[in-house]
Protein backbone atom coordinates (compact mmCIF):
# COMPACT_ATOMS: atom_id res chain seq x y z
CA UNK A 1 0.00 0.00 0.00
CA UNK A 2 0.97 3.99 -0.40
CA UNK A 3 0.19 6.74 1.72
CA UNK A 4 0.52 10.40 1.23
CA UNK A 5 -0.28 13.53 3.43
CA UNK A 6 0.20 16.19 0.73
CA UNK A 7 3.64 15.80 -0.58
CA UNK A 8 4.42 13.70 2.43
CA UNK A 9 5.25 9.67 1.42
CA UNK A 10 4.67 8.21 4.68
CA UNK A 11 3.71 5.01 3.43
CA UNK A 12 6.00 3.51 0.34
CA UNK A 13 5.50 -0.10 -1.09
CA UNK A 14 4.35 -2.05 2.49
CA UNK A 15 3.23 -4.91 2.10
CA UNK A 16 2.38 -7.37 4.58
CA UNK A 17 0.03 -10.60 5.75
CA UNK A 18 -1.43 -11.52 8.90
CA UNK A 19 -2.54 -14.89 9.65
CA UNK A 20 -5.75 -15.45 11.40
CA UNK A 21 -4.86 -14.88 15.38
CA UNK A 22 -1.53 -14.32 14.61
CA UNK A 23 -0.20 -11.83 17.33
CA UNK A 24 1.74 -8.82 15.52
CA UNK A 25 3.81 -5.89 16.32
CA UNK A 26 4.97 -2.55 14.59
CA UNK A 27 7.76 -1.08 15.98
CA UNK A 28 10.20 1.66 14.43
CA UNK A 29 11.73 5.11 15.14
CA UNK A 30 8.59 7.52 15.10
CA UNK A 31 6.78 9.47 12.34
CA UNK A 32 7.70 5.82 10.35
CA UNK A 33 4.01 4.86 9.51
CA UNK A 34 2.78 2.72 12.24
CA UNK A 35 -0.17 4.29 13.49
CA UNK A 36 -1.17 5.28 9.90
CA UNK A 37 -1.08 1.72 8.85
CA UNK A 38 -3.56 0.97 11.92
CA UNK A 39 -6.01 4.18 10.86
CA UNK A 40 -6.04 2.60 7.60
CA UNK A 41 -6.92 -1.13 8.57
CA UNK A 42 -9.58 0.34 10.73
CA UNK A 43 -10.79 2.42 7.69
CA UNK A 44 -10.11 5.69 9.25
CA UNK A 45 -7.66 6.56 6.25
CA UNK A 46 -7.83 6.10 2.58
CA UNK A 47 -4.86 4.85 1.03
CA UNK A 48 -3.48 6.12 -2.46
CA UNK A 49 -1.93 2.89 -3.78
CA UNK A 50 -2.55 -0.72 -3.50
CA UNK A 51 -5.08 -2.19 -2.00
CA UNK A 52 -5.98 -3.91 1.95
CA UNK A 53 -7.82 -6.66 2.42
CA UNK A 54 -9.32 -7.59 5.41
CA UNK A 55 -11.15 -11.20 6.28
CA UNK A 56 -11.95 -11.40 2.50
CA UNK A 57 -13.26 -7.90 2.04
CA UNK A 58 -10.96 -5.46 0.01
CA UNK A 59 -10.97 -1.79 -0.56
CA UNK A 60 -8.52 -0.41 -3.38
CA UNK A 61 -6.70 3.62 -3.36
CA UNK A 62 -9.07 6.44 -3.37
CA UNK A 63 -8.96 8.23 -6.33
CA UNK A 64 -8.79 11.92 -6.37
CA UNK A 65 -12.20 14.07 -7.54
CA UNK A 66 -14.16 11.12 -7.48
CA UNK A 67 -16.47 9.32 -4.85
CA UNK A 68 -16.05 6.21 -3.62
CA UNK A 69 -18.35 3.75 -5.27
CA UNK A 70 -22.05 2.27 -3.35
CA UNK A 71 -19.42 -1.54 -3.23
CA UNK A 72 -16.53 0.36 -2.25
CA UNK A 73 -18.65 2.13 1.12
CA UNK A 74 -20.26 -1.61 1.71
CA UNK A 75 -16.77 -3.29 1.38
CA UNK A 76 -15.43 -0.33 4.14
CA UNK A 77 -18.70 -1.26 6.18
CA UNK A 78 -17.78 -4.38 6.56
CA UNK A 79 -14.29 -3.99 7.63
CA UNK A 80 -14.60 -1.79 9.84
CA UNK A 81 -17.26 -4.58 11.60
CA UNK A 82 -14.58 -7.03 11.94
CA UNK A 83 -11.81 -4.40 13.03
CA UNK A 84 -11.49 -3.01 16.54
CA UNK A 85 -9.12 -0.37 17.61
CA UNK A 86 -7.90 0.89 20.82
CA UNK A 87 -6.13 4.43 20.98
CA UNK A 88 -3.41 6.00 23.01
CA UNK A 89 -5.47 8.76 24.59
CA UNK A 90 -8.57 6.49 25.21
CA UNK A 91 -11.50 8.03 23.23
CA UNK A 92 -14.09 7.25 25.52
CA UNK A 93 -17.43 9.47 25.38
CA UNK A 94 -16.91 11.88 28.50
CA UNK A 95 -20.60 12.25 29.21
CA UNK A 96 -22.00 8.54 29.32
CA UNK A 97 -21.01 6.48 31.73
CA UNK A 98 -18.58 3.54 31.57
CA UNK A 99 -21.79 1.20 30.96
CA UNK A 100 -23.62 3.21 28.05
CA UNK A 101 -20.00 3.72 26.52
CA UNK A 102 -19.67 -0.23 26.12
CA UNK A 103 -23.22 -0.60 25.15
CA UNK A 104 -23.70 2.50 22.85
CA UNK A 105 -21.83 0.45 19.72
CA UNK A 106 -23.40 -2.96 19.91
CA UNK A 107 -27.07 -1.01 20.07
CA UNK A 108 -26.66 1.59 17.38
CA UNK A 109 -24.30 -0.76 15.09
CA UNK A 110 -25.23 -3.97 15.79
CA UNK A 111 -29.36 -3.46 16.60
CA UNK A 112 -28.81 -5.60 19.82
CA UNK A 113 -30.86 -4.55 22.56
CA UNK A 114 -30.59 -2.83 25.74
CA UNK A 115 -30.82 -5.40 28.16
CA UNK A 116 -28.51 -7.90 25.98
CA UNK A 117 -26.08 -5.53 25.56
CA UNK A 118 -25.64 -4.90 29.33
CA UNK A 119 -25.21 -8.28 30.19
CA UNK A 120 -22.35 -8.46 27.67
CA UNK A 121 -21.25 -4.92 28.91
CA UNK A 122 -21.00 -5.97 32.02
CA UNK A 123 -19.61 -9.48 31.27
CA UNK A 124 -16.64 -7.39 29.65
CA UNK A 125 -16.08 -4.85 32.09
CA UNK A 126 -16.00 -7.66 34.79
CA UNK A 127 -13.43 -9.48 32.79
CA UNK A 128 -11.11 -6.35 32.42
CA UNK A 129 -11.61 -6.06 36.29
CA UNK A 130 -14.14 -2.56 36.25
CA UNK A 131 -17.43 -4.44 37.43
CA UNK A 132 -17.55 -1.99 40.41
CA UNK A 133 -17.63 1.05 37.88
CA UNK A 134 -20.42 0.56 35.41
CA UNK A 135 -22.08 4.04 36.62
CA UNK A 136 -19.14 5.84 36.88
CA UNK A 137 -18.42 8.53 34.04
CA UNK A 138 -14.71 8.14 32.43
CA UNK A 139 -13.56 11.41 34.40
CA UNK A 140 -14.19 9.02 37.55
CA UNK A 141 -11.15 6.62 36.10
CA UNK A 142 -7.75 6.74 36.32
CA UNK A 143 -6.04 6.48 33.10
CA UNK A 144 -5.30 2.71 33.36
CA UNK A 145 -8.86 2.45 34.08
CA UNK A 146 -10.24 4.75 31.78
CA UNK A 147 -7.98 2.63 28.81
CA UNK A 148 -9.48 -0.68 30.17
CA UNK A 149 -12.99 0.75 29.63
CA UNK A 150 -11.70 1.40 26.11
CA UNK A 151 -10.72 -2.03 25.32
CA UNK A 152 -14.36 -3.49 27.00
CA UNK A 153 -15.70 -0.99 24.04
CA UNK A 154 -13.78 -2.46 21.33
CA UNK A 155 -14.37 -5.97 22.02
CA UNK A 156 -18.21 -5.46 22.80
CA UNK A 157 -18.17 -5.25 18.72
CA UNK A 158 -16.94 -8.84 18.76
CA UNK A 159 -13.99 -8.20 16.37
CA UNK A 160 -12.08 -10.26 14.82
CA UNK A 161 -9.04 -8.35 14.45
CA UNK A 162 -7.45 -6.04 17.12
CA UNK A 163 -5.60 -2.75 16.87
CA UNK A 164 -3.98 -1.14 19.48
CA UNK A 165 -2.30 1.80 19.29
CA UNK A 166 0.64 2.87 21.61
CA UNK A 167 -2.20 2.09 24.26
CA UNK A 168 0.18 2.72 27.20
CA UNK A 169 1.80 5.74 25.96
CA UNK A 170 -0.45 8.07 27.61
CA UNK A 171 -0.17 6.34 31.01
CA UNK A 172 1.72 6.88 34.49
CA UNK A 173 4.42 4.40 34.70
CA UNK A 174 2.51 2.92 37.53
CA UNK A 175 -0.68 1.76 35.76
CA UNK A 176 1.29 0.57 32.47
CA UNK A 177 1.26 -3.69 34.11
CA UNK A 178 -2.93 -3.04 34.75
CA UNK A 179 -3.44 -2.39 31.05
CA UNK A 180 -0.82 -5.23 29.46
CA UNK A 181 -2.51 -7.49 31.74
CA UNK A 182 -5.49 -7.47 30.02
CA UNK A 183 -3.80 -7.62 26.32
CA UNK A 184 -1.95 -10.15 27.85
CA UNK A 185 -4.44 -12.12 28.95
CA UNK A 186 -6.61 -11.22 25.27
CA UNK A 187 -3.16 -12.69 23.29
CA UNK A 188 -3.37 -15.82 25.61
CA UNK A 189 -6.95 -16.63 25.62
CA UNK A 190 -8.56 -16.01 22.49
CA UNK A 191 -7.84 -16.40 18.95
CA UNK A 192 -8.60 -12.78 17.74
CA UNK A 193 -6.15 -11.45 15.55
CA UNK A 194 -4.25 -8.58 17.34
CA UNK A 195 -1.63 -5.79 15.55
CA UNK A 196 0.25 -3.78 18.33
CA UNK A 197 1.65 -0.30 17.78
CA UNK A 198 3.97 0.42 20.77
CA UNK A 199 7.42 1.70 22.27
CA UNK A 200 7.01 -1.10 25.21
CA UNK A 201 9.97 -3.32 23.46
CA UNK A 202 9.73 -5.96 26.63
CA UNK A 203 6.25 -6.20 25.97
CA UNK A 204 6.35 -6.55 21.78
CA UNK A 205 8.85 -9.11 22.47
CA UNK A 206 6.56 -11.09 24.97
CA UNK A 207 3.63 -11.04 22.90
CA UNK A 208 4.51 -10.96 19.62
CA UNK A 209 4.27 -14.09 17.45
CA UNK A 210 6.26 -11.96 14.68
CA UNK A 211 7.70 -8.56 14.87
CA UNK A 212 7.70 -5.76 11.65
CA UNK A 213 10.56 -3.04 11.75
CA UNK A 214 9.65 -0.08 10.26
CA UNK A 215 12.09 3.07 9.32
CA UNK A 216 10.57 5.58 6.96
CA UNK A 217 7.78 4.06 5.89
CA UNK A 218 9.01 0.95 4.60
CA UNK A 219 8.86 -2.72 6.47
CA UNK A 220 13.18 -2.78 6.98
CA UNK A 221 12.90 -6.00 8.47
CA UNK A 222 10.55 -8.65 9.75
CA UNK A 223 10.93 -11.86 12.30
CA UNK A 224 9.96 -13.83 15.50
CA UNK A 225 10.53 -11.68 17.99
CA UNK A 226 14.02 -13.90 19.07
CA UNK A 227 15.66 -12.53 15.74
CA UNK A 228 14.32 -9.18 15.95
CA UNK A 229 15.50 -8.36 19.35
CA UNK A 230 18.26 -10.45 19.56
CA UNK A 231 20.01 -11.10 16.00
CA UNK A 232 18.50 -8.25 13.72
CA UNK A 233 20.35 -8.15 10.70
CA UNK A 234 19.74 -4.79 9.44
CA UNK A 235 21.79 -2.00 10.57
CA UNK A 236 18.67 0.23 10.79
CA UNK A 237 17.01 -1.95 13.25
CA UNK A 238 20.22 -2.08 15.53
CA UNK A 239 20.65 1.25 15.68
CA UNK A 240 17.09 1.76 16.69
CA UNK A 241 17.54 -1.12 19.05
CA UNK A 242 20.68 0.43 20.33
CA UNK A 243 19.08 3.69 21.00
CA UNK A 244 16.19 2.16 23.23
CA UNK A 245 18.98 0.77 25.08
CA UNK A 246 20.67 3.60 25.65
CA UNK A 247 17.46 5.23 26.65
CA UNK A 248 17.64 3.22 30.00
CA UNK A 249 14.54 0.48 28.28
CA UNK A 250 14.70 -3.14 29.08
CA UNK A 251 14.68 -5.32 25.51
N1 LIG B 1 -3.39 13.48 9.39
C1 LIG B 1 -2.10 13.72 9.07
N2 LIG B 1 -1.79 14.79 8.30
C2 LIG B 1 -0.50 15.03 7.94
N3 LIG B 1 0.55 14.25 8.29
C3 LIG B 1 0.28 13.18 9.06
C4 LIG B 1 -1.04 12.87 9.49
N4 LIG B 1 -0.99 11.73 10.24
C5 LIG B 1 0.32 11.37 10.28
N5 LIG B 1 1.07 12.24 9.57
C6 LIG B 1 2.53 12.14 9.37
O1 LIG B 1 2.78 10.85 8.83
C7 LIG B 1 4.00 10.33 9.33
C8 LIG B 1 3.75 8.98 9.95
O2 LIG B 1 2.95 9.15 11.10
P1 LIG B 1 2.53 7.94 12.04
O3 LIG B 1 1.74 8.52 13.16
O4 LIG B 1 1.91 6.88 11.23
O5 LIG B 1 3.94 7.46 12.57
P2 LIG B 1 4.29 6.49 13.76
O6 LIG B 1 5.34 5.58 13.27
O7 LIG B 1 3.06 5.88 14.32
O8 LIG B 1 4.91 7.51 14.82
P3 LIG B 1 4.81 7.50 16.44
O9 LIG B 1 5.62 6.33 16.88
O10 LIG B 1 5.44 8.81 16.83
O11 LIG B 1 3.37 7.44 16.76
C9 LIG B 1 4.54 11.38 10.30
O12 LIG B 1 5.48 12.17 9.60
C10 LIG B 1 3.33 12.19 10.65
O13 LIG B 1 3.68 13.51 11.00
Not at 191 to 213: C, E, G, K, N, Q
Request: net charge neutral.
Amino acid sequence: MEKRFGALRVLNGVSFTVKPGEKLSLIGPSGSGKTTILRILMTLEAIDGGSVRVDGEEIGASVPGRRPSRGDRDALHRIRSKVGMVFQHFNLFPHMSVLKNVTLGPMLTKGVDKAQAEAAAVDLLTMVGLADKCHCRPDELSGGQKQRVAIARALALQPKVMLFDEITSALDPELVEEVLNVVRRLAEETDMTMLLVTHAMSFARDFSDRVLFFDGGRIVEEGSPESIFTVPSEERTRSFLRKIIASGQAI
